[in-house]
């Protein structure tokens, strides 16, 4: 079965180390979160490294849901990965990247997801899942707005 991809780039008018101290902080998640999902970090230290590992609750559509995410990739300033490794989803995998530019940092992100049921999670995706994704991804961009921006050449 296919994955999905979503990807986003903006632009912070703040340094690339200010940025990814915020995207390393756990408590950020939270942040960026919409409350409907009442996300609750079970277990995390306080800043992320490679081998990290969270554990999170998170409601969806009013079904609690645990999760467990493993930082695979850490490269500060500059990049990291998280994927899941227990959880709601067949795949998940958030690429983050920080980029310099024009006195400020593009904050460049690409998951790549697959739902679980095979055909049956790809009908529900069609049907609803991928509309929640791409509203819960607005969300977190508008947080940044708030919490970081603010924000400029949103794709």
């Known amino acids: 079965m296919a994955d999905y991809i979503l990807e986003s780039r903006v632009w912070l008018a703040r340094t690339r180390p200010e940025v990814f ?3 390393a902080a756990p408590a950020n998640l939270a942040a960026l979160t919409p409350p409907s999902c009442r996300l609750r970090l079970v277990a995390a230290p306080r800043a992320l490294a490679a081998g990290a590992v969270l554990d999170l609750e998170i409601a969806w559509l009013g079904l609690p849901l645990r999760w467990r995410a493993f930082i695979r990739e850490w490269d500060p300033p500059y990049r990291f990965v998280d994927v899941q490794v227990r959880g709601p989803w067949a795949r998940w995998e958030h690429r983050h990247a920080f980029v310099e530019d024009r006195g400020g940092t593009w904050v460049e992100d690409r998951v790549t997801y697959r739902p679980p049921l095979g055909p049956l999670g790809r009908l529900v995706h069609a049907l609803a899942v ?15 707005d708030d919490l970081m921006g603010p924000v400029s050449g949103r794709s």
Do not use: C, S, T
């Open 130 to 144: 991928g509309r929640q994704i791409r509203a819960l991804w607005a969300y977190r961009l508008r947080r940044l």
């Open 21 to 23: 101290a915020f995207f």
